[in-house]
């Protein structure tokens, strides 16, 4: 295939546009100075360079005071070089290396490091970057194992640097006006009674890799996989990953610890491979898990499920109360729904903290002052009111704004590995119960390292 | 490692392809492959609010599938930046934007964004992604007064749009502007689709959105090219014009959905246009053009073509006269080898 005639790539199509206009020269495009004002630039590296890292590469590629000047990532071929062309086109230079060692020893300019790579080497990449003397902020799920995990908070306490763990949701001005405003100071849904989360995905085929550019066997071995089978795959297996329950669980079972402000006493779970096979799908497709919490105000019960052959319903997390439910979920809108029986809620939307709900649903109280009179219209639904929040930054940009931040000396962490760790324990927790086939307790001591 | 939230559904069409021959089209629609394709596989995908599909000519169907589901990953990576509908998009992030504040965006805003720019100049106006605000106001108002329209053309314009390549930042000269990528995305997204089908080593391939814009790679073997037609509703058969498709693009657009394309110089609903295809080097230019072309005069567009060599079009419009409405058609540039 002629690609050249083709002209699908990125700079030809524009380029094929530009040869052949007429009107560049009164384009309106300018070459303005720098778009916003310098701050304390931050220099970063990011290792692992896979769809996460590149995520995280798109997203601090949107922001200000943040350099990323080193790329590592062991798939040069493909990782490392698309995550590469990305900075070139925005005419940053930066090193790449296939090893993390050498691009500590070469690149001396490094304040901190995205971790993006598989579960079981976050504790080596995170603890090697660390002792370097580099902030980290390493992405969920801390590890696979207990110990790696335990490893990484003892890390991050002795080097006296900053370990971010890449639970987002903490910095998400949503989530922190349900569980912050709403939750705690005004105890919208009056006494919770139970929780109730799930990230439910469809089927997906396993991951294959473009065959003029696979990892080479001796590299793959060197790195801990035996075939690019698993280095593609490496969530499913269980040396590499820490299976779906981990993976998203660690963003939202980390969501009932937050907004309960309390860890679980307990937990029963069913679950198992389902769907996939378990030869190249070693962890549990479909979990369904029950923690029981004793909270300040009394026992909370949660359910978690995820599954990975069906996606009714998305992600979402859902709290519920005497007095009212609140249902949030990263990427669609969080909506608060006031029991019947419960007392009115115009005073929040008064103070700012809940949007007045849609004309149709005001509350009947409301409508029955303002004139005499049944009014009989089209079926009225119950009002469910919105928070006065608009979030429109790409979903990980506020953490890593927090994390880049507290670099700066101007803000804590607001998910610090000793906060991540305990959502580790809790998952873990799940995995025993379902080779215990009944409820298991947790110590006090399984939270602390 | 943090999730994504995949939108991803299972092609559940894949396997062996046995298309059938082509239906009766309606009009503005770039009829597919057709034929039966031994060893063609076939993957489908919603995203951007249609279906989008993949046609590979490979043995291994097992590959065929890995490749494509990456295709697809991409696609969903970029409805993610290019959505005015999602709202963390880059474009959503545009929308609230005070004026004279820059905004850094992805690469892939960044590009489309500048494309636009480029034919919002070349085609003097009549492709511009800045008239979401006057499409939202048509779709409240089925005849909006000309204050109304006024006012929301001094938020138009490309010129109102300052791209900044160092720092691939946005700026607004006023606000608000609603950027609309509805006439570029789905052509853009299907290139980079097909540059990643090439990453795959997947040379001879066939990748469109919704019938909309086409990207065809190499041609299966034996083949001139991938199999078009595009037809009209009205006419005599309805059938326009067939060729076969290698190394470029074919776009569409027209009147199917209804009263749908407003022509950004004046505000109106183009009427007497009812489709318009463009043919070109990749799907960003001939998607985006394909919709300038439903708005400009037959004068504009046969200087344009001849201006741009690589660029071909068709449009059908229609007159009234003495009470019967006429159908004509037009074509503009290099055609040769396309039948009827």
């Given amino acids: 295939?002629?690609?050249?005639?083709?002209?699908?790539?990125?700079?030809?199509?524009?380029?094929?546009?530009?040869?052949?206009?007429?009107?560049?020269?009164?384009?309106?495009?300018?070459?303005?100075?720098?778009?916003?004002?310098?701050?304390?630039?931050?220099?970063?590296?990011?290792?692992?360079?896979?769809?996460?890292?590149?995520?995280?590469?798109?997203?601090?590629?949107?922001?200000?005071?943040?350099?990323?000047?080193?790329?590592?990532d062991l798939w040069a071929e493909f990782n490392l070089k698309r995550a590469s062309d990305m900075l070139n086109e925005y005419r940053q230079s930066h090193g790449t290396y296939t090893d993390y060692r050498e691009m500590l020893d070469t690149e001396t300019a490094l304040d901190a490091v995205i971790i993006a790579t598989p579960?079981?080497?976050?504790?080596?990449?995170?603890?090697?970057?660390?002792?370097?003397?580099?902030?980290?902020?390493?992405?969920?799920?801390m590890s696979n194992t207990l110990d790696a995990a335990r490893q990484m908070v003892r890390s991050g306490r002795e080097s006296g640097k900053l370990l971010q763990i890449g639970h987002q949701r903490r910095s998400n001005p949503k989530y922190r006006h349900c569980g912050g405003a709403l939750l705690r100071e005004v105890k919208l849904l009056g006494k919770v009674i139970a929780a109730n989360a799930q990230w439910n995905r469809p089927v997906q085929p396993d991951r294959g890799w473009p065959r003029r550019a696979p990892v080479e066997e001796a590299t793959l071995n060197k790195y801990g996989y035996e075939s690019m089978q698993q280095f593609r795959n490496w969530q499913w297996y269980k040396k590499l990953g820490s299976g779906p329950?981990?993976?998203?669980?660690?963003?939202?079972?980390?969501?009932?610890?937050?907004?309960?402000?309390?860890?679980?006493?307990?937990?029963?779970?069913?679950?198992?491979?389902?769907?996939?096979?378990?030869?190249?799908?070693?962890?549990?497709?479909?979990?369904?898990?029950?923690?029981?919490?004793?909270?300040?105000?009394?026992?909370?019960?949660?359910?978690?499920?995820?599954i990975s052959s069906n996606s009714n319903m998305g992600s979402f997390e859902t709290f519920m109360g005497d007095e009212g439910t609140m249902s949030m979920s990263e990427s669609g809108q969080c909506r608060v729904?006031?029991?019947?029986?419960?007392?009115?809620?115009?005073?929040?939307?008064?103070?700012?903290?809940?949007?007045?709900?849609?004309?149709?649903?005001?509350?009947?109280?409301?409508?029955?002052e303002s004139e005499p009179g049944l009014e009989v219209t089209d079926t009225i639904e119950p009002p469910s009111y919105r928070l006065p929040i608009t979030f429109d930054e790409p979903n990980h940009k506020p953490h890593l704004e927090n994390f880049f931040n507290a670099v700066r000396g101007q803000e804590q962490l607001n998910c610090p590995a000793e906060v991540a760790y305990a959502t580790f324990v809790s998952l873990l927790k799940v995995n025993e119960a379902l080779e215990a086939g009944r409820k298991v307790l947790f110590e006090t001591d399984d939270f602390t390292t | 490692m943090n999730a994504t939230v995949y939108v991803w559904r299972p092609a559940t069409t894949r396997g062996r392809t046995h298309l059938h021959p082509a239906t009766m089209e309606r009009q503005s629609t770039v009829t597919g492959p057709q034929g039966t394709l031994p060893g063609t596989h076939r993957f489908r995908h919603l995203a951007m609010g249609t279906t989008f599909e993949i046609f590979a000519a490979i043995a291994d169907g097992r590959y065929a599938e890995h490749a494509a589901y990456a295709a697809f990953e991409e696609l969903d990576r970029i409805e993610r930046q290019l959505s005015r509908y999602i709202e963390n998009s880059d474009i959503s992030r545009i929308s609230s934007l005070p004026a004279d504040q820059a905004l850094r965006v992805g690469l892939d805003t960044f590009q489309c964004l500048e494309l636009s720019c480029d034919l919002w100049v070349e085609t003097h106006g009549a492709f511009d992604v800045t008239v979401g605000s006057l499409l939202d106001c048509f779709r409240e108002h089925s005849s909006p007064s000309s204050e109304t329209l006024r006012s929301i053309g001094e938020r138009m314009g490309m010129n109102l749009v300052e791209l900044d390549p160092s720092e691939h930042s946005v700026r607004l000269r006023r606000s608000p502007i609603r950027i609309d990528l509805g006439g570029i995305g789905k052509g853009y997204a299907v290139d980079r689709m097909a540059a990643m089908l090439c990453e795959w080593s997947i040379e001879t391939a066939l990748v469109h959105a919704g019938h909309s814009s086409v990207v065809a790679l190499a041609p299966p073997r034996r083949t001139k090219g991938w199999p078009i037609v595009l037809k009209s509703e009205r006419g005599a058969g309805g059938t326009l014009v067939r060729f076969d498709l290698q190394n470029s693009s074919v776009s569409g657009s027209g009147l199917r959905k209804g009263?749908?394309?407003?022509?950004?110089?004046?505000?109106?609903?183009?009427?007497?246009?009812?489709?318009?295809?463009?043919?070109?080097?990749?799907?960003?230019?001939?998607?985006?053009?394909?919709?300038?072309?439903?708005?400009?005069?037959?004068?504009?567009?046969?200087k344009y073509c001849v201006r741009h060599p690589d660029i071909a079009a068709i449009t059908v419009v229609t007159q009234a006269k003495d009470g019967t409405q006429t159908e004509q058609v037009l074509r503009f540039g290099d055609w040769e080898g396309a039948t009827s």
């Avoid at chain 1, 009107?23 to 495009?29: E, I, K």
């Avoid at chain 1, 590296?45 to 949107?62: D, F, M, R, Y």
């Avoid at chain 1, 080497?121 to 980290?136: D, F, Q, S």
């Avoid at chain 1, 029986?341 to 409301?366: N, Y």
């Fill in chain 2, 259 to 302: 009263k749908h394309i407003v022509d950004p110089r004046t505000g109106r609903y183009v009427e007497e246009r009812q489709a318009a295809w463009c043919r070109g080097p990749n799907a960003a230019v001939t998607d985006a053009l394909s919709t300038a072309f439903m708005v400009m005069s037959p004068e504009e567009i046969e």
């Fill in chain 1, 337 to 368: 729904y006031r029991e019947e029986s419960a007392p009115e809620w115009r005073r929040w939307v008064k103070m700012g903290l809940l949007l007045e709900p849609e004309e149709k649903q005001k509350e009947e109280k409301e409508k029955s």
């Fill in chain 1, 119 to 141: 579960d079981f080497c976050h504790a080596e990449h995170a603890v090697a970057c660390l002792k370097a003397g580099l902030h980290v902020y390493c992405e969920a799920p």
């Fill in chain 1, 1 to 72: 295939m002629n690609k050249r005639k083709m002209q699908i790539s990125r700079r030809s199509f524009l380029t094929s546009v530009a040869t052949v206009g007429t009107g560049l020269a009164v384009s309106p495009r300018v070459v303005a100075p720098s778009a916003t004002g310098k701050t304390d630039t931050v220099n970063v590296a990011i290792v692992g360079t896979g769809t996460q890292g590149q995520t995280l590469l798109e997203t601090c590629l949107k922001m200000t005071g943040v350099r990323v000047i080193a790329l590592c």
């Fill in chain 1, 245 to 306: 329950l981990m993976e998203l669980g660690s963003h939202q079972v980390d969501i009932l610890d937050w907004f309960l402000e309390a860890l679980p006493k307990s937990v029963m779970a069913s679950g198992g491979n389902d769907y996939y096979d378990p030869k190249t799908h070693e962890w549990p497709d479909t979990v369904m898990a029950v923690y029981e919490y004793e909270t300040k105000r009394g026992t909370v019960r949660a359910f978690y499920q995820t």
